[in-house]
């Protein structure tokens, strides 16, 4: 096998997503817009989209990476509308996407549209999430848009799957689509649940991050697969399992979590990467055999299904935000009543992504028998694409400018650091009365310099919150807490040059060095969250 091509895609996507960085473009957006030029560049190989190797390989880290770092009680807190856009939304985005296409295109049938409107009806969980962590999004807003995320690919895959039945001749029922969602959707759920548990046990027992962090690699996969047996929702089973093992985080050994935060940041860096740059390196692909569809008829089909994809989205957003408020009494006096400006960046976030072109590519050639071809296939491919590149193009260059003209409220930073402030204090208080008890049992007794270390740490702590609060050097520009964690560093620094010189001189070995480095390695890291 020729690795070269997985390489170049990697170190290039990479390289790209590292430039977005340090420009005012999404990375997700110049990821593919570099795919669309290099797809092209002569000497690039041909980058197929295999739905076998996305599904099952590359969209399971994903979400157990966004799910890990979302919170369950926000989610649960807004569990309304997540479930009426990650179900009631894709199920109508199905059924109006499909009748629409229906309208427009001829000869498309109802069942190869209704395949069509399934696939692009998720909103993209890489998508959502790096557009709101890049502009800055409120926090209901991204909670709502993230949890629509994590759940919306089980919906739609599940459409998909009876749509595909029908479209190929297997025959479908209403009465048989409704149990296959039902057992994707409790079955899943159910696998989540089983896995959860005994999972979190192994992690909290394993006593050897290397192994802990080698189980977390294996979490997503395990759990996919386990549900994909019984026909169920594999999203949905990683998404139980991740929200429960994030949840429980706090549990398991410091240096795991170390070591996990920074394996599951690269994995998913190189991942989301990836993906955005292999979107636009379809486009040979999708044009392909257009045949009757190509040119003008082509562009206006595309133009126009995207148009009723965005318009969709928010005929569905509107009505699911304000109809439980006006049917509900509960909900008037529970929630706070919203304004029409978070709905509508909720309905204008709906970015399409991989997912929805991995689905595509997982359309049979041809139909139930083998010999007639499936209508229209190359059709619904290169609509996928236009789709997912035009809401990735359109809505995601949009976003940041219409939520500034929105003037939407983002997150309140002084009121963060002082809730974080006075959990800090609750916990160092809690902290001094643990060690005040210790210290007065005579088998913990300490010197008084060691005793007052630890103190110092707990003061420290206590108080390098309050610190961020302070007012900035008049001659540096630096705020007390970037003075300190620049100090820190030229201190560990000097130490560092001390032990490497001291190894040149084979005063100390390497093995030595290893173990003083990565000592100072972690106070480095301590000092930085501290001044954070």
């Given at each position: 096998?020729?690795v070269?091509?997985?390489l170049l895609l990697?170190?290039?996507?990479?390289?790209?997503?590292a430039?977005?960085?340090?420009?005012?473009?999404p990375?997700p957006?110049?990821?593919?817009?570099a795919g669309l030029v290099?797809?092209?560049?002569?000497?690039?190989p041909?980058?197929?989209l295999?739905?076998?190797?996305v599904?099952?390989?590359?969209?399971?880290?994903?979400?157990?990476?966004?799910?890990?770092?979302?919170?369950?009680l926000?989610?649960?807190a807004?569990?309304?509308?997540?479930?009426?856009l990650s179900?009631?939304?894709?199920?109508f985005?199905?059924?109006a996407?499909?009748w629409?296409?229906y309208e427009?295109v001829?000869?498309?049938s109802?069942t190869g549209?209704?395949?069509?409107?399934?696939?692009i009806a998720?909103?993209?969980?890489?998508a959502a999430t790096?557009?709101?962590?890049?502009?800055g999004l409120?926090?209901?807003?991204?909670t709502i848009?993230?949890g629509e995320?994590?759940?919306n690919d089980?919906?739609a895959?599940t459409a998909y799957r009876?749509?595909?039945?029908?479209?190929v001749g297997?025959g479908?029922?209403?009465?048989?689509?409704?149990?296959e969602f039902?057992?994707a959707?409790?079955?899943?759920?159910a696998v989540?649940?089983?896995?959860?548990?005994p999972?979190?046990?192994?992690?909290?027992h394993?006593?050897?991050?290397?192994?802990?962090?080698?189980?977390s690699l294996?979490?997503?996969?395990?759990a996919y697969?386990a549900?994909e047996?019984?026909h169920?929702s594999?999203?949905l089973?990683?998404?139980?399992?991740a929200?429960?093992?994030g949840?429980?985080?706090w549990?398991v050994?410091?240096?795991?979590?170390l070591?996990e935060?920074?394996?599951?940041?690269?994995?998913a860096?190189?991942?989301e990467?990836?993906?955005f740059?292999?979107?636009?390196?379809?486009?040979?692909?999708?044009?392909?055999?257009l045949?009757?569809?190509e040119g003008v008829?082509a562009?206006?089909y595309a133009v126009a299904?995207?148009?009723v994809?965005?318009v969709?989205?928010?005929?569905w957003v509107?009505?699911a935000?304000?109809l439980?408020?006006?049917?509900?009494?509960?909900?008037?006096?529970?929630e706070d009543n919203?304004?029409?400006?978070?709905?509508f960046?909720i309905a204008?976030?709906?970015?399409?992504g991989?997912?929805?072109?991995?689905?595509?590519?997982?359309i049979p050639?041809?139909?139930?028998?083998?010999e007639?071809p499936?209508?229209?296939r190359?059709?619904?491919?290169?609509?996928?694409?236009t789709t997912?590149i035009?809401?990735l193009?359109?809505?995601?260059?949009t976003?940041?400018p219409l939520?500034?003209v929105?003037k939407?409220p983002?997150?309140?930073?002084?009121?963060?650091?002082l809730?974080?402030?006075n959990?800090?204090?609750?916990?160092?208080r809690?902290?001094?009365r643990?060690?005040?008890?210790?210290?007065s049992d005579?088998?913990?007794?300490?010197p008084?310099?060691?005793?007052?270390?630890?103190?110092s740490v707990?003061?420290r702590?206590?108080?390098?919150?309050?610190?961020?609060l302070?007012q900035?050097?008049p001659i540096t520009?630096?705020?007390?807490?970037?003075t300190?964690?620049?100090?820190s560093r030229e201190?560990?620094g000097?130490e560092r040059a001390v032990?490497?010189k001291?190894?040149d001189?084979?005063y100390?070995d390497d093995?030595?060095?290893r173990?003083?480095?990565?000592?100072?390695?972690?106070?480095?890291a301590a000092a930085?969250?501290?001044?954070a």
């Amino acid at each position: 096998m020729d690795v070269m091509p997985l390489l170049l895609l990697v170190a290039g996507s990479a390289a790209v997503a590292a430039a977005a960085r340090r420009t005012p473009v999404p990375a997700p957006l110049l990821l593919v817009a570099a795919g669309l030029v290099f797809s092209y560049v002569p000497g690039v190989p041909e980058y197929t989209l295999d739905p076998d190797v996305v599904l099952p390989l590359v969209l399971p880290p994903l979400l157990h990476s966004a799910a890990t770092d979302s919170s369950y009680l926000d989610l649960r807190a807004q569990l309304r509308p997540v479930a009426l856009l990650s179900v009631g939304y894709v199920l109508f985005a199905t059924f109006a996407v499909g009748w629409a296409a229906y309208e427009i295109v001829p000869d498309l049938s109802l069942t190869g549209a209704l395949v069509l409107g399934a696939v692009i009806a998720p909103p993209d969980a890489v998508a959502a999430t790096a557009v709101a962590r890049r502009v800055g999004l409120p926090s209901r807003i991204t909670t709502i848009l993230q949890g629509e995320s994590l759940v919306n690919d089980a919906t739609a895959i599940t459409a998909y799957r009876v749509a595909l039945a029908a479209a190929v001749g297997e025959g479908a029922s209403w009465a048989g689509g409704i149990g296959e969602f039902l057992l994707a959707a409790v079955g899943g759920v159910a696998v989540g649940l089983v896995l959860m548990v005994p999972i979190h046990w192994l992690r909290t027992h394993l006593k050897e991050p290397l192994l802990q962090n080698t189980l977390s690699l294996l979490i997503p996969f395990v759990a996919y697969a386990a549900a994909e047996q019984f026909h169920a929702s594999g999203v949905l089973a990683v998404v139980v399992v991740a929200l429960f093992l994030g949840h429980r985080a706090w549990e398991v050994d410091f240096a795991t979590r170390l070591q996990e935060d920074a394996v599951w940041k690269m994995v998913a860096f190189v991942l989301e990467s990836s993906v955005f740059a292999l979107i636009g390196l379809q486009l040979p692909v999708v044009l392909k055999d257009l045949g009757e569809y190509e040119g003008v008829r082509a562009v206006w089909y595309a133009v126009a299904v995207f148009l009723v994809v965005v318009v969709s989205r928010f005929v569905w957003v509107y009505p699911a935000t304000f109809l439980p408020r006006l049917l509900s009494a509960r909900i008037r006096e529970r929630e706070d009543n919203p304004t029409w400006k978070g709905p509508f960046v909720i309905a204008w976030a709906g970015m399409r992504g991989v997912v929805s072109l991995a689905i595509a590519f997982s359309i049979p050639e041809t139909l139930h028998g083998g010999e007639e071809p499936f209508p229209g296939r190359n059709l619904i491919l290169f609509l996928t694409f236009t789709t997912v590149i035009g809401t990735l193009v359109v809505q995601g260059v949009t976003l940041p400018p219409l939520i500034r003209v929105l003037k939407l409220p983002g997150r309140d930073a002084q009121a963060e650091t002082l809730a974080e402030a006075n959990a800090q204090a609750q916990a160092s208080r809690a902290a001094e009365r643990r060690l005040d008890e210790l210290l007065s049992d005579e088998r913990n007794s300490l010197p008084e310099p060691l005793a007052d270390r630890l103190r110092s740490v707990l003061e420290r702590r206590r108080n390098a919150v309050w610190e961020r609060l302070g007012q900035v050097n008049p001659i540096t520009g630096e705020t007390v807490d970037d003075t300190y964690r620049r100090l820190s560093r030229e201190m560990i620094g000097a130490e560092r040059a001390v032990f490497v010189k001291l190894r040149d001189g084979r005063y100390i070995d390497d093995e030595m060095l290893r173990t003083l480095l990565r000592r100072l390695d972690l106070e480095e890291a301590a000092a930085y969250r501290e001044a954070a």
